[in-house]
């Protein structure tokens, strides 16, 4: 894992150990267990098929939880066609099916739009939060980091009415029209 990180941020092993000693530091903040030593890296693009499936059932936030919690608490190999299959069980899937988009291709266009839009955002990593397609922020921030951000990002656009002239104004009743 830390080799992999430091190469893909251009960092040193003792930063990417650091930098992840921060994560699951936060993480453990948030009542969450991280198991960064024991992570098994691979290949998550059926995983993602897996969610593109349950965002179709409805369930695309349980699915996503449990994949994030077998890969980073429970260090199970979400790369693995039995593994997801099982996780979409415990998910709230129907296991059959789930097996079904895993042996096929389905979802797989889907998944690439998102890695191309990442792409265009220039997303490289997660936790990632783009707000009002112009305002992002990057890797896991503390509560009161996300709080100021959201502050800025609403004082800036924040609706300003350049001619308050007391005009008609509609709604879904129908137009006032102003009385002279």
Do not use: W
């Not at 699951?24 to 993602?48: E, K, S």
């Not at 997303?123 to 990057?138: C, D, E, Q």
């Amino acid at each position: 894992m830390y080799e992999k990180l430091a190469k893909k941020y251009g960092m040193t092993i003792e930063q990417a150990k650091a930098n992840t000693k921060n994560v699951v530091q936060m993480a453990r903040n948030a009542g969450l267990v991280f198991n960064m030593d024991t992570v098994i890296l691979t290949n998550t693009f059926d995983a993602h098929r897996l969610t593109m499936f349950a965002k179709t059932k409805g369930i695309m936030k349980e699915m996503t939880e449990r994949l994030l919690r077998a890969y980073f608490t429970d260090s199970k190999h979400i790369g693995d066609p039995a593994t997801l299959a099982q996780l979409a069980e415990e998910a709230g899937l129907d296991r059959e099916e789930a097996e079904q988009v895993l042996a096929g291709s389905d979802f797989a266009d889907e998944v690439r739009a998102d890695e191309q839009l990442a792409q265009q955002y220039r997303i490289t990593g997660v936790p990632f939060f783009l707000i009002n397609k112009k305002y992002a922020l990057s890797g896991a921030q503390p509560p009161d980091m996300i709080v100021q951000a959201l502050q800025k990002i609403i004082a800036e656009d924040e609706i300003t009415v350049l001619n308050d002239s007391g005009g008609m104004s509609c709604d879904d009743d129908g137009c006032e029209i102003p009385k002279k």
